[in-house]
Protein backbone atom coordinates (compact mmCIF):
# COMPACT_ATOMS: atom_id res chain seq x y z
CA UNK A 1 0.00 0.00 0.00
CA UNK A 2 1.20 3.72 -1.11
CA UNK A 3 2.09 5.59 1.91
CA UNK A 4 -0.09 8.46 2.74
CA UNK A 5 0.48 11.51 4.62
CA UNK A 6 -1.13 14.07 6.96
CA UNK A 7 -0.43 17.68 7.90
CA UNK A 8 -2.15 18.97 11.15
CA UNK A 9 -2.81 22.72 11.06
CA UNK A 10 -3.11 24.00 14.84
CA UNK A 11 -2.38 26.79 17.04
CA UNK A 12 -0.23 25.64 19.76
CA UNK A 13 0.65 22.14 21.01
CA UNK A 14 -2.42 21.13 23.22
CA UNK A 15 -1.65 18.22 26.07
CA UNK A 16 -5.15 16.89 25.06
CA UNK A 17 -4.14 16.32 21.28
CA UNK A 18 -0.53 15.41 21.58
CA UNK A 19 -1.11 11.81 21.98
CA UNK A 20 -2.90 11.67 19.06
CA UNK A 21 0.06 12.84 16.96
CA UNK A 22 2.46 10.46 18.34
CA UNK A 23 0.26 7.28 18.04
CA UNK A 24 0.02 8.65 14.36
CA UNK A 25 3.16 8.81 13.59
CA UNK A 26 3.35 4.93 14.48
CA UNK A 27 0.93 4.40 12.27
CA UNK A 28 2.20 1.66 9.48
CA UNK A 29 2.41 3.56 5.55
CA UNK A 30 1.20 6.89 7.73
CA UNK A 31 3.85 9.92 7.57
CA UNK A 32 2.53 12.96 9.68
CA UNK A 33 3.98 16.76 10.40
CA UNK A 34 2.06 18.78 12.60
CA UNK A 35 2.36 22.70 11.82
CA UNK A 36 2.47 25.25 14.94
CA UNK A 37 1.58 28.73 14.96
CA UNK A 38 2.59 29.45 18.83
CA UNK A 39 4.67 28.03 21.02
CA UNK A 40 2.21 28.54 23.98
CA UNK A 41 2.20 25.41 25.73
CA UNK A 42 5.73 23.71 24.39
CA UNK A 43 7.62 25.78 26.89
CA UNK A 44 7.17 28.24 29.45
CA UNK A 45 4.25 30.95 29.20
CA UNK A 46 1.88 33.19 31.11
CA UNK A 47 -1.67 31.96 30.85
CA UNK A 48 -4.27 34.69 31.36
CA UNK A 49 -6.92 32.48 32.15
CA UNK A 50 -4.73 30.35 34.95
CA UNK A 51 -3.97 33.76 35.71
CA UNK A 52 -0.47 32.38 36.01
CA UNK A 53 3.00 31.53 34.47
CA UNK A 54 2.25 28.43 33.19
CA UNK A 55 5.37 25.30 32.58
CA UNK A 56 3.52 21.86 31.10
CA UNK A 57 5.69 18.99 33.40
CA UNK A 58 5.38 16.54 30.17
CA UNK A 59 7.20 17.07 26.80
CA UNK A 60 4.55 18.17 24.48
CA UNK A 61 6.71 17.93 21.37
CA UNK A 62 8.19 14.10 21.18
CA UNK A 63 7.39 11.61 19.18
CA UNK A 64 6.19 13.11 16.06
CA UNK A 65 7.65 15.30 13.25
CA UNK A 66 6.70 18.84 13.92
CA UNK A 67 7.44 22.35 13.22
CA UNK A 68 7.08 26.03 14.40
CA UNK A 69 6.56 27.88 11.94
CA UNK A 70 7.27 31.08 13.64
CA UNK A 71 9.64 29.92 16.07
CA UNK A 72 9.85 32.00 19.42
CA UNK A 73 6.07 33.13 18.36
CA UNK A 74 4.15 33.23 22.03
CA UNK A 75 0.76 34.72 21.38
CA UNK A 76 -1.23 37.08 23.74
CA UNK A 77 -4.61 35.22 22.80
CA UNK A 78 -5.83 32.30 19.83
CA UNK A 79 -7.58 35.01 17.88
CA UNK A 80 -8.52 35.31 14.69
CA UNK A 81 -5.88 37.67 13.38
CA UNK A 82 -3.26 35.76 16.06
CA UNK A 83 -3.54 32.29 14.30
CA UNK A 84 -2.04 32.79 11.11
CA UNK A 85 1.09 32.08 8.98
CA UNK A 86 1.01 33.84 5.33
CA UNK A 87 3.00 31.11 4.10
CA UNK A 88 1.19 28.10 5.09
CA UNK A 89 0.22 27.19 1.27
CA UNK A 90 3.90 27.01 0.39
CA UNK A 91 4.72 24.86 3.39
CA UNK A 92 2.43 22.05 2.01
CA UNK A 93 2.82 22.56 -1.03
CA UNK A 94 6.21 21.09 -0.28
CA UNK A 95 5.10 18.41 1.80
CA UNK A 96 2.19 17.56 -0.94
CA UNK A 97 -0.27 16.11 1.80
CA UNK A 98 -2.84 13.71 0.74
CA UNK A 99 -5.20 14.84 4.09
CA UNK A 100 -4.63 18.25 6.11
CA UNK A 101 -6.53 18.52 9.45
CA UNK A 102 -7.43 21.44 10.85
CA UNK A 103 -8.76 22.69 14.35
CA UNK A 104 -11.13 25.33 14.29
CA UNK A 105 -12.83 28.09 11.45
CA UNK A 106 -11.55 30.90 13.82
CA UNK A 107 -8.35 31.75 12.91
CA UNK A 108 -6.84 32.95 9.74
CA UNK A 109 -4.23 30.23 9.00
CA UNK A 110 -7.44 27.76 8.31
CA UNK A 111 -9.29 30.37 5.78
CA UNK A 112 -5.37 30.36 3.85
CA UNK A 113 -5.81 26.55 3.70
CA UNK A 114 -9.52 25.79 3.28
CA UNK A 115 -9.80 28.76 0.26
CA UNK A 116 -5.78 28.68 -1.12
CA UNK A 117 -5.17 25.11 -1.29
CA UNK A 118 -3.89 22.74 -3.80
CA UNK A 119 -7.04 20.88 -4.68
CA UNK A 120 -4.79 17.43 -4.85
CA UNK A 121 -5.18 17.29 -0.86
CA UNK A 122 -9.02 17.03 1.26
CA UNK A 123 -9.12 18.70 4.06
CA UNK A 124 -10.99 17.09 7.42
CA UNK A 125 -11.95 19.44 9.75
CA UNK A 126 -12.68 19.10 13.51
CA UNK A 127 -13.84 21.54 16.46
CA UNK A 128 -15.12 20.61 20.11
CA UNK A 129 -18.08 23.37 19.34
CA UNK A 130 -21.91 22.41 20.27
CA UNK A 131 -24.76 24.65 19.93
CA UNK A 132 -25.20 25.49 23.55
CA UNK A 133 -23.82 28.81 23.50
CA UNK A 134 -26.51 31.73 24.00
CA UNK A 135 -25.87 34.44 21.49
CA UNK A 136 -27.37 37.51 20.09
CA UNK A 137 -29.78 37.04 17.32
CA UNK A 138 -27.94 38.61 14.97
CA UNK A 139 -24.37 37.62 15.98
CA UNK A 140 -25.96 34.01 15.49
CA UNK A 141 -27.31 34.99 11.53
CA UNK A 142 -23.31 36.14 11.01
CA UNK A 143 -22.43 33.02 12.28
CA UNK A 144 -24.34 30.97 10.54
CA UNK A 145 -23.87 32.48 7.22
CA UNK A 146 -19.64 32.07 7.38
CA UNK A 147 -19.74 28.78 9.19
CA UNK A 148 -21.67 27.34 6.60
CA UNK A 149 -19.68 28.57 4.08
CA UNK A 150 -16.38 27.53 5.40
CA UNK A 151 -17.93 23.94 5.95
CA UNK A 152 -18.99 24.13 2.26
CA UNK A 153 -15.39 24.06 1.41
CA UNK A 154 -14.24 21.28 3.89
CA UNK A 155 -13.95 17.52 2.41
CA UNK A 156 -14.25 15.52 6.22
CA UNK A 157 -15.82 16.59 9.44
CA UNK A 158 -14.22 14.93 12.64
CA UNK A 159 -17.03 14.52 15.23
CA UNK A 160 -16.08 13.95 19.40
CA UNK A 161 -19.44 13.47 20.31
CA UNK A 162 -23.06 13.66 19.41
CA UNK A 163 -23.52 17.38 20.51
CA UNK A 164 -20.71 18.09 18.09
CA UNK A 165 -22.38 16.21 15.27
CA UNK A 166 -25.20 18.08 16.10
CA UNK A 167 -23.56 21.50 15.64
CA UNK A 168 -21.97 20.14 12.48
CA UNK A 169 -25.05 19.10 11.03
CA UNK A 170 -26.96 22.09 12.40
CA UNK A 171 -24.30 24.27 10.09
CA UNK A 172 -24.89 22.02 6.76
CA UNK A 173 -22.20 19.60 7.14
CA UNK A 174 -23.36 16.57 5.57
CA UNK A 175 -24.04 13.77 7.60
CA UNK A 176 -22.05 11.36 5.08
CA UNK A 177 -19.15 13.48 5.27
CA UNK A 178 -18.92 13.62 9.46
CA UNK A 179 -16.96 10.89 10.59
CA UNK A 180 -17.60 9.17 14.30
CA UNK A 181 -14.88 9.55 17.08
CA UNK A 182 -14.34 11.40 20.70
CA UNK A 183 -12.25 13.90 22.42
CA UNK A 184 -9.12 11.97 22.95
CA UNK A 185 -7.52 10.71 26.45
CA UNK A 186 -4.17 9.32 27.14
CA UNK A 187 -5.24 6.32 28.78
CA UNK A 188 -1.41 4.59 28.73
CA UNK A 189 0.02 7.97 30.18
CA UNK A 190 -3.06 8.16 33.35
CA UNK A 191 -2.26 4.32 34.00
CA UNK A 192 1.17 5.07 34.53
CA UNK A 193 1.13 7.38 36.73
CA UNK A 194 -1.87 5.50 38.84
CA UNK A 195 0.88 2.71 39.22
CA UNK A 196 3.23 4.81 40.35
CA UNK A 197 1.23 5.79 43.34
CA UNK A 198 2.67 4.85 46.71
CA UNK A 199 0.54 2.35 48.74
CA UNK A 200 -0.17 4.12 51.12
CA UNK A 201 -0.89 7.72 49.17
CA UNK A 202 -4.34 8.42 50.10
CA UNK A 203 -4.47 7.52 53.66
CA UNK A 204 -1.13 10.32 53.05
CA UNK A 205 -2.43 12.75 50.86
CA UNK A 206 -5.85 12.65 53.24
CA UNK A 207 -3.81 13.68 56.30
CA UNK A 208 -2.11 16.35 54.37
CA UNK A 209 -5.34 17.42 53.00
CA UNK A 210 -7.14 17.25 56.99
CA UNK A 211 -9.69 15.09 54.76
CA UNK A 212 -10.93 12.39 57.35
CA UNK A 213 -11.53 8.71 56.24
CA UNK A 214 -15.06 8.88 56.11
CA UNK A 215 -15.44 11.99 54.15
CA UNK A 216 -16.26 11.71 50.91
CA UNK A 217 -14.59 13.84 48.12
CA UNK A 218 -15.57 15.37 45.57
CA UNK A 219 -13.29 17.20 42.61
CA UNK A 220 -14.05 20.03 40.68
CA UNK A 221 -11.37 20.39 37.82
CA UNK A 222 -10.98 23.81 35.66
CA UNK A 223 -10.19 27.01 35.42
CA UNK A 224 -11.35 29.91 37.78
CA UNK A 225 -13.35 32.18 35.32
CA UNK A 226 -17.01 32.61 35.21
CA UNK A 227 -18.47 30.62 33.03
CA UNK A 228 -16.90 27.26 34.57
CA UNK A 229 -19.26 28.63 37.48
CA UNK A 230 -17.37 27.26 40.48
CA UNK A 231 -19.07 28.89 43.02
CA UNK A 232 -21.74 26.70 42.64
CA UNK A 233 -20.23 23.17 43.52
CA UNK A 234 -18.81 25.66 46.87
CA UNK A 235 -22.65 26.41 47.26
CA UNK A 236 -23.73 22.93 47.21
CA UNK A 237 -21.80 21.62 49.55
CA UNK A 238 -22.99 23.92 51.83
CA UNK A 239 -26.40 22.39 51.11
CA UNK A 240 -25.25 18.95 51.68
CA UNK A 241 -23.70 19.68 54.99
CA UNK A 242 -27.20 21.03 55.68
CA UNK A 243 -28.39 17.49 54.83
CA UNK A 244 -25.74 16.05 57.30
CA UNK A 245 -23.60 14.35 54.39
CA UNK A 246 -20.11 14.42 54.68
CA UNK A 247 -18.28 15.73 52.26
CA UNK A 248 -15.41 17.78 51.27
CA UNK A 249 -14.81 19.71 47.81
CA UNK A 250 -11.07 20.10 46.16
CA UNK A 251 -11.22 22.69 44.00
CA UNK A 252 -8.45 22.21 41.50
CA UNK A 253 -7.36 24.96 38.83
CA UNK A 254 -6.22 28.49 39.45
CA UNK A 255 -7.52 32.10 37.89
CA UNK A 256 -9.01 35.06 38.27
CA UNK A 257 -12.36 34.18 40.78
CA UNK A 258 -9.57 32.32 43.25
CA UNK A 259 -9.53 35.25 45.86
CA UNK A 260 -13.37 35.78 45.47
CA UNK A 261 -13.79 32.01 46.27
CA UNK A 262 -12.05 32.19 49.19
CA UNK A 263 -14.06 35.06 50.52
CA UNK A 264 -16.75 33.02 49.60
CA UNK A 265 -15.69 29.94 51.77
CA UNK A 266 -14.98 32.02 54.66
CA UNK A 267 -18.30 33.46 54.15
CA UNK A 268 -19.87 30.75 54.56
CA UNK A 269 -18.17 28.73 57.11
CA UNK A 270 -16.93 25.97 54.81
CA UNK A 271 -12.92 25.91 54.95
CA UNK A 272 -12.69 22.90 56.46
CA UNK A 273 -14.64 21.57 53.64
CA UNK A 274 -13.59 23.23 50.69
CA UNK A 275 -9.62 22.57 49.97
CA UNK A 276 -8.27 24.77 47.23
CA UNK A 277 -5.29 22.83 45.73
CA UNK A 278 -4.31 25.53 42.68
CA UNK A 279 -2.89 24.99 39.15
CA UNK A 280 -2.16 20.90 39.41
CA UNK A 281 0.32 20.03 36.54
CA UNK A 282 -0.40 17.05 34.25
CA UNK A 283 2.00 14.66 36.40
CA UNK A 284 0.04 15.51 39.77
CA UNK A 285 -3.44 14.88 38.36
CA UNK A 286 -3.49 10.80 39.06
CA UNK A 287 -3.16 10.78 42.73
CA UNK A 288 -6.27 13.21 43.16
CA UNK A 289 -8.29 11.73 40.29
CA UNK A 290 -7.82 8.62 42.95
CA UNK A 291 -8.32 10.54 46.31
CA UNK A 292 -11.36 11.66 44.59
CA UNK A 293 -15.45 9.94 44.75
CA UNK A 294 -17.11 11.67 42.35
CA UNK A 295 -16.61 14.85 39.80
CA UNK A 296 -19.13 17.91 39.77
CA UNK A 297 -19.05 20.03 36.28
CA UNK A 298 -21.22 23.19 36.77
CA UNK A 299 -19.51 25.00 33.53
CA UNK A 300 -22.89 27.14 31.81
CA UNK A 301 -21.31 26.98 28.58
CA UNK A 302 -18.43 24.26 27.68
CA UNK A 303 -17.07 22.97 24.25
CA UNK A 304 -16.73 19.81 25.41
CA UNK A 305 -14.69 19.33 28.50
CA UNK A 306 -11.29 17.13 28.72
CA UNK A 307 -12.12 16.33 32.48
CA UNK A 308 -15.04 14.39 31.87
CA UNK A 309 -13.04 11.99 30.20
CA UNK A 310 -9.91 12.02 32.14
CA UNK A 311 -11.42 11.20 35.02
CA UNK A 312 -13.38 7.64 33.37
CA UNK A 313 -10.58 5.58 34.17
CA UNK A 314 -10.20 6.44 37.94
CA UNK A 315 -14.42 5.22 37.73
CA UNK A 316 -15.46 8.50 38.68
CA UNK A 317 -19.45 9.35 38.88
CA UNK A 318 -19.82 12.59 37.13
CA UNK A 319 -22.53 15.31 38.23
CA UNK A 320 -22.56 17.59 35.30
CA UNK A 321 -24.46 20.72 34.19
CA UNK A 322 -27.04 20.18 30.75
CA UNK A 323 -24.58 22.36 28.67
CA UNK A 324 -21.19 20.68 28.52
CA UNK A 325 -20.45 19.44 25.60
CA UNK A 326 -19.60 16.14 26.69
CA UNK A 327 -23.14 14.74 27.70
CA UNK A 328 -23.70 12.58 25.71
CA UNK A 329 -20.14 11.07 24.74
CA UNK A 330 -17.97 10.85 28.09
CA UNK A 331 -21.09 12.23 30.39
CA UNK A 332 -24.07 9.64 30.04
CA UNK A 333 -27.15 10.44 31.70
CA UNK A 334 -28.30 8.12 34.07
CA UNK A 335 -25.42 5.26 32.96
CA UNK A 336 -22.41 7.11 34.60
CA UNK A 337 -24.00 10.54 35.37
CA UNK A 338 -26.72 12.52 36.62
CA UNK A 339 -27.72 16.23 34.61
CA UNK A 340 -29.30 18.79 36.12
CA UNK A 341 -30.23 22.73 34.53
CA UNK A 342 -26.92 24.80 34.35
CA UNK A 343 -27.26 26.84 37.09
CA UNK A 344 -29.59 25.55 39.60
CA UNK A 345 -27.61 24.86 42.81
CA UNK A 346 -30.60 22.87 44.49
CA UNK A 347 -30.61 20.62 41.90
CA UNK A 348 -26.69 20.11 41.63
CA UNK A 349 -26.92 19.28 45.47
CA UNK A 350 -29.99 16.97 44.96
CA UNK A 351 -27.94 14.93 42.23
CA UNK A 352 -25.20 15.01 44.86
CA UNK A 353 -26.87 13.78 47.46
CA UNK A 354 -28.54 11.16 45.67
CA UNK A 355 -25.19 9.51 44.38
CA UNK A 356 -23.85 9.76 47.82
CA UNK A 357 -26.57 8.19 49.70
CA UNK A 358 -27.38 5.30 47.18
CA UNK A 359 -24.59 3.34 47.34
CA UNK A 360 -25.80 1.08 44.66
CA UNK A 361 -26.57 3.19 41.99
CA UNK A 362 -22.83 5.34 43.18
CA UNK A 363 -21.42 1.78 42.26
CA UNK A 364 -23.17 1.18 38.86
CA UNK A 365 -22.01 4.52 37.56
CA UNK A 366 -18.49 4.23 39.01
CA UNK A 367 -18.62 0.64 36.75
CA UNK A 368 -19.81 2.42 33.69
CA UNK A 369 -17.27 5.23 34.10
CA UNK A 370 -14.04 2.57 33.98
CA UNK A 371 -15.84 0.67 31.10
CA UNK A 372 -16.65 3.62 29.14
CA UNK A 373 -12.49 4.95 29.24
CA UNK A 374 -11.57 2.39 26.79
CA UNK A 375 -13.70 3.99 23.98
CA UNK A 376 -12.34 7.37 24.38
CA UNK A 377 -8.64 6.71 24.53
CA UNK A 378 -6.49 8.71 21.30
CA UNK A 379 -6.29 5.55 19.83
CA UNK A 380 -9.86 5.89 18.59
CA UNK A 381 -9.16 9.15 16.79
CA UNK A 382 -5.56 8.00 15.17
CA UNK A 383 -6.93 5.34 13.82
CA UNK A 384 -9.81 6.90 12.25
CA UNK A 385 -7.64 9.49 11.12
CA UNK A 386 -5.70 6.74 9.57
CA UNK A 387 -8.14 4.67 7.51
CA UNK A 388 -9.48 8.14 6.42
CA UNK A 389 -5.93 8.62 4.82
CA UNK A 390 -5.71 5.11 3.27
CA UNK A 391 -9.03 5.45 1.69
CA UNK A 392 -8.21 9.03 -0.21
Partial sequence: MKEKSIAII???????WVPVYRDLAMQKGLKIKVFFVAENGAFEYFDAQFDRTVKWDLPLTEGYDHKFLVPGNVVPDYGFYTIDYSQINAELASLSPDLVWINGYANLINWRVVFNRDRRYKVVFTSDSNLGDKRASLTKLFKSLVIRYF??????????????????????????????????????????????????????????????????????????????????????????????????????????MEVELQKLVESLDLTNRIKFLGFVNQ??????????????????????????????????????????????????????????????????????????????????????????????????????????????
Fill in 151 to 256: FSKCDFFLSCGPKNSEYLEHYNAPKRKIIDSVYPVDNAYFKQQRNKLPDEYKQNLRRKLEISEKQKVILFSGKLIPHKRPQDAIKAIELLEEEGIDATLLIMGSGE
Fill in 283 to 392: SELAQYFELSDLLVFPSEKEPFGAIASEVLQFGLPIVAANSIGAVGASILPNRNALVYERGDVYELAKCLEKLLRDEELFTQFSSYSYDLSTRVDCSVVSKKLTRLAQSL
Fill in 10 to 16: VSHPIQH
